[in-house]
T-cell receptor, first 115, second 114 residues
């Protein structure tokens, strides 16, 4: 158990809908990262938040957004869902903003299925 | 940009066999290197890491050495068990920029048969 929690574990929805994925980092960690794992794209970095502020952005679609709250939990919002958004979404947390000693620990993931 | 290339699977082995998964990288600056493992139905777990050239990461009988001259970080285990069946991901984090996202390889599926 990494200490990172994600809810829900599974999510099934329809095209055009909007969903929110939630992540609670390990106790004391200030950074939260979101990754998408799909069969065709592999594991792709989406976005990082550090202590409530956006730190780095990756291959995140404009239909997707995220935020980190004062209690450091994070939410990833996916809107206007398409079939291709079906994937496993991972959250990871680390103690700092990054650095050679800063290790990312992953949650169990949320499996999103868009029908 | 940063990229990781790892050997394609799937790899099927018998118990007690030797396992090697090749991983090479391209990166700006001096990256940190990682191996993560994903067991069936679970999330990613950090297996081992190395942060500078010639460092050896080790955990649970697995080892990998950071080779700057060959830009490689190959994963090895001398005697695998059925419980080692999983998908293994090589990853790097660039040290030079302010962006410490992980760049992952495609993953190698390993199946160990009793």
């Amino acid at each position: 158990d990494s200490g990172v929690t994600q809810t829900p574990k599974h999510l099934i929805t329809a095209t055009g809908q909007r969903v929110t994925l939630r992540c609670s980092p390990r106790s004391g960690d200030l950074s939260v990262y979101w990754y998408q794992q799909s069969l065709d794209q592999g594991l792709q970095f989406l976005i990082q938040y550090y202590n409530g502020e956006e730190r780095a952005k990756g291959n995140i679609l404009e239909r997707f957004s995220a935020q980190q709250f004062p209690d450091l939990h994070s939410e990833l919002n996916l809107s206007s869902l398409e079939l291709g958004d079906s994937a496993l979404y991972f959250c990871a947390s680390s103690a700092l903003a990054g650095g050679i000693t800063d290790t990312q620990y992953f949650g169990p993931g949320t499996r999103l299925t868009v029908l | 940009g940063n990229s990781v290339t790892q050997m394609e699977g799937p790899v099927t082995l018998s118990e007690e066999a030797f396992l090697t998964i090749n991983c090479t990288y391209t990166a700006t600056g001096y990256p940190s290197l990682f191996w993560y493992v994903q067991y069936p139905g679970e999330g990613l777990q950090l297996l081992l890491k190395a942060t500078k050239a010639d460092d050896k990461g080790s955990n649970k009988g697995f080892e990998a050495t950071y080779r700057k001259e060959t830009t490689s970080f190959h994963l090895e285990k001398g005697s695998v068990q059925v419980s080692d069946s999983a998908v293994y991901f090589c990853a790097l984090s660039s040290r030079r920029s302010n962006d410490y996202k992980l760049s992952f390889g495609a993953g190698t599926t390993v199946t160990v048969r009793a």
